[in-house]
């Protein structure tokens, strides 16, 4: 079968991680694959290492509908069996009205609650306009049920609405001290130190500067920890990784606080993290935290969007509310402070996603939906 991905970004988020996988998998199991974009960055990049092919359509503008017929004109020649769209709001809309011109079927998989515009018109006519095209849909996947009770809210019905959680590789073997040692070197952090880490694009609602600020309230009372921030500032064109490096240095945390921008060797830099963060405002079902259980680390999240699916408080990792420096500093501090509870959190936590969450249990129930089309 020949399968069409689409996403919004080229650059590299939890989104594009899944449809990478998925689309790495349909390969391997035989399925013609490539990825429409509206431009390319780290998640290309790493498509074309593996020999699939990347094509650029500019379908980010919601109001843009030329480009859903240039869309539906390249699913005719490409001779397409099925679109898998991977995009937010405006690709999602425009491709499809394009699978529809062009009589592809289309699964539309969501990975976080929408955002519509800001101004008022538009996002009325954006909310108008994607529930309408969800009629052209054959199946909408929602990676959480808090992601799939927010389409409902938004108006489209509950029926048509099918969740498949995210998925995530499991690692083969645990990395040793030596290993450990060594990735600390290759980053400038300590031997000795204790690392509390976090992997989210830079921007407000990742919770960047609570952790930060978190960070300094921890370093009064520990002199042997370090705290790792790897993500990019896509949205704000750097402005925002500024504003952080400006609290970083006001706070005096400049020699404990490294800022690691993109990398595409997260998971080896996981396994040096004693505690793994994610302080987000507003999630989906969040591959990072996914990715940080999976390598047996104890996990400090916000109770938001699915994270409460994956993270049972005090058993499969530690919750807490949105946007409360304290009560996140009080978590870490706990794990760090008892090892014998880190250390049966990340046990649990591990056990708990090669259960539930692994790639393969994901890709089983989306190849079921493949089947449907051959």
């Known amino acids: 079968m020949r399968i069409v991905y689409t996403v919004l970004d080229g650059r590299m988020s939890g989104g594009q991680v899944i449809c990478g996988n998925i689309m790495t998998t349909a ?10 974009t509206p431009n390319r960055g780290e998640f290309t990049d790493e498509l074309a290492e593996k020999n699939i092919d990347v094509y650029t359509i500019p379908m980010e503008r919601t109001f843009h509908f030329y480009q859903a017929i240039v869309f539906a004109r390249f699913l005719r020649d490409w001779n397409a069996d099925l679109v898998h769209c991977h995009a ?5 809309i425009l491709a499809r009205i394009g699978a529809k011109i062009a009589g592809v079927p289309l699964i539309s998989h969501v990975h976080i609650e929408n955002k519509f515009s800001d101004v008022y ?3 009325k006519l954006q909310i108008i306009l994607y529930n309408l095209t969800a009629n052209f849909v054959d199946h909408i996947l929602a990676i959480s049920n ?10 489209i019905t509950d029926n048509r609405i099918t969740v498949i959680h995210n998925g995530v590789q499991i690692p083969e073997k645990v990395v040793d001290v030596a290993e ?16 509390i880490g976090m992997v ?11 952790f930060i600020y978190s960070a300094h309230n921890i370093c009064d009372d520990f002199s042997d920890v370090e705290f790792v921030i790897i993500g990019e500032d896509y949205e704000f064109n750097g402005e925002f990784r500024n504003e952080l490096q400006e609290l970083v240095d006001n706070l005096g945390l400049v020699n404990v606080v490294h800022f690691l921008g993109y990398r595409n060797d997260v998971k080896n830099i996981l396994s040096c993290f004693d505690v793994f963060v994610l302080p987000s ?10 990715e940080a259980m999976a390598a047996r680390k104890p996990v400090v999240a916000t109770d938001v969007g699915g994270v409460s699916e994956i ?26 402070n008892d090892s014998r509870k880190a250390s049966l959190i990340s046990e649990t936590g591990y056990r708990y996603v090669l259960n539930n969450f692994s790639h393969d249990h994901m890709w089983t129930q989306i190849s079921r939906l493949y089947e449907l089309y051959e």
């Open 27 to 36: 390969c391997d199991s035989g399925h013609d694959v490539c990825l429409v």
């Open 88 to 92: 937010a709001v405006t690709g999602t």
């Open 121 to 123: 018109w538009i996002r």
């Open 146 to 155: 808090a992601t799939k009770l927010s389409l409902v809210n938004q108006g």
């Open 180 to 195: 450990i040692k060594q990735i600390k070197k290759s980053l400038g952090l300590k031997a000795d130190s204790k690392i």
């Open 200 to 210: 989210a694009r830079l921007c407000p609602i990742k919770g960047q500067k609570e």
């Open 281 to 290: 405002w507003i999630e989906g079902f969040p591959v990072t935290i996914l």
């Open 311 to 336: 993270i049972s408080n005090y058993q499969t990792g530690l919750l807490i509310p949105e946007k409360d420096v304290l009560r996140l500093t009080v978590a870490i501090v706990s794990l760090l």
